[in-house]
């Protein structure tokens, strides 16, 4: 099966910085676009950054300027460098890397998730 697991994340004041980051193993063949969601109590998912395989980025608006996104094709990671941290970026983060892998039903092109980490801004 396919394995994603993140690290980073925790606490930090209004201001401060935080990275996460996240590597893929396990039966997984290719790896087209990573990226990250984040989801808050009582919000729906919302796809916070993504990288492309060229390394094209998008970010939503809310987080411009404030957040990059990297990944290292070689070995499988995607990392979110988080600056100027606010604290409505307070929420669960998930990584998610759309890919050719095992599933429970055959290697196919599918979305691959972590477990999730929090991220917690407040003074």
């Known amino acids: 099966q396919v394995r994603l697991v993140e690290s980073g994340g925790g606490s930090a004041q209004p201001g401060g910085s935080l990275r996460l980051s996240c590597a893929a193993s396990?039966?997984?063949?290719?790896?087209?676009?990573m990226g990250w969601y984040r989801q808050a109590p009582g919000n729906q998912r919302e796809l916070v950054a993504s990288i492309s395989t060229s390394g094209n980025t998008n970010y939503i608006d809310s987080v411009k300027g404030r957040f990059a996104i990297s990944r290292d094709n070689a070995q499988n990671t995607v990392a979110l460098q988080m600056n100027s941290l606010k604290p409505e970026d307070t929420a669960v983060y998930y990584c998610?890397?759309?890919?050719?892998?095992?599933?429970?039903?055959?290697?196919?092109?599918?979305?691959?998730w972590g477990q999730g980490t929090q991220v917690t801004v407040s003074s």
């Open positions: 998610y890397v759309d890919g050719l892998g095992r599933t429970a039903v055959g290697i196919q092109r599918n979305s691959f």
């Open positions: 396990g039966s997984i063949f290719s790896i087209y676009a």
